[in-house]
Nanobody, 116 residues
Framework: QVQLVESGGGLVQAGGSLRLSCAASGSIFSINVMGWYRQAPGKQRELVATITSGNSTNYADSIKGRFTISRDFAKNTVYLQMNSLKPEDTAVYFC??????????WGQGTQVTVSS
């Protein structure tokens, strides 16, 4: 089992910044990919960004150039730096970890609200 705990969400004005953190614990060996997803009210959960164990990154088009995903292997933590936030970025942000076996785990989510 892998436990994921997100933190760093909150309320921010448009144009502001937030940094989300996701700390992994438990059976963290062989975690291959970690990523951030988000779900706005009434919408499906969507990919925001992922990062592999080799530090390859992938971003959704809607956040390219504004968000940066990074990973601290020593702390078993993945971060999402969010700049130039827009009201449409308002959502619950979830962390996901995927093992090489294909098993994946979700965090409980953290709310990000961007006011106009």
């Amino acid at each position: 089992q892998v436990q994921l705990v997100e933190s760093g969400g909150g309320l921010v004005q448009a144009g502001g910044s937030l940094r989300l953190s996701c700390a992994a614990s438990g059976s963290i060996f062989s975690i291959n990919v970690m990523g951030w997803y988000r779900q706005a009210p009434g919408k499906q959960r969507e990919l925001v960004a992922t990062i592999t164990s080799g530090n390859s990154t992938n971003y959704a088009d809607s956040i390219k150039g504004r968000f940066t995903i990074s990973r601290d292997f020593a702390k078993n933590t993945v971060y999402l730096q969010m700049n130039s936030l827009k009201p449409e970025d308002t959502a619950v942000y979830f962390c996901r970890a995927v093992k090489a076996s294909g098993y994946y785990y979700w965090g409980q989510g953290t709310q990000v609200t961007v006011s106009s």
